[in-house]
């Protein structure tokens, strides 16, 4: 029977491979200069919001790669209602964060009333939820419908392939680069070994 050590010990292992899973995106900046940045946009249309973002968790921190109304690169994880949608395999819907149970952090780190709140998580090809994708307005609205959601999980799935696609085209450039380096610094050895030749031979005709 699983005890609660061992479930402690199962989430620690899955948020020590997710945070890895961060790790290698690379450069933040870098995606922030992507594509990405018309998908909030959209969100904020698709769902009637007044701001929008996708974002990846750390261990302390919410990065915001893309966003609309929310004038933010980061905002510390504690208080959002993103890490909610992390532990969830769809879409999360909350009427009204500020007045619910599960949000026990008095801070509001979005420096903007809270109150409803729509989100997906970014899921990798290994299942790991790598971030969100969500939109949040001030005044209550009615949810969205079971279409709107599809749609929203739709531009998670396209957010999440672009994003680990830029992060592997960053590792390429990483390892071209570090290639590139090797060749030049033993084209300077080669050089360098011929020119000690040289004044090897040089010395012997002069004696």
């Keep these: ?21 961060i790790s290698n995106l690379g450069n933040l900046d870098k ?19 007044e701001a929008a973002g996708i974002s990846v968790l750390d261990e302390n921190t919410q990065h915001f790669l893309a966003e609309s109304g929310l004038d933010k690169t980061e905002v510390p994880r504690a208080g959002s209602p993103c890490n ?26 979005f420096e903007m009333e809270r109150c409803f709140y729509a989100g997906v998580p970014l899921i990798n090809p290994e299942g790991v939820a790598m971030g969100t994708l969500f939109g949040m307005s001030s005044n209550s609205q009615d949810p969205p419908s079971e ?23 960053q590792q390429l450039s990483k390892q071209i680069a570090r290639l590139n380096l090797k060749a030049k610094l033993s084209n300077n050895l080669t050089k360098e070994v011929a020119r000690q030749r040289q004044l090897v031979e040089e010395a012997r005709e002069e004696i």
């Design 147 to 169: 279409e709107k959601l599809e749609l929203l999980a739709g531009l998670s799935r396209m957010v999440t392939e672009k994003i680990l696609a830029l992060a592997e085209v």
């Design 84 to 109: 909610l949608t992390m532990q969830s395999e769809g879409a999360l819907v909350i009427e009204n964060w500020e007045q619910d149970a599960r949000n026990g952090e008095p801070e509001n780190p």
């Design 31 to 49: 995606l922030r200069k992507s594509e990405i940045q018309t998908v909030p946009a959209l969100v904020k249309n698709l769902l009637g919001v």
């Design 1 to 21: 029977m699983e005890t609660e050590l061992d479930q402690a010990a199962l989430l620690k292992q899955i948020e020590i491979k997710r945070l890895e899973s």
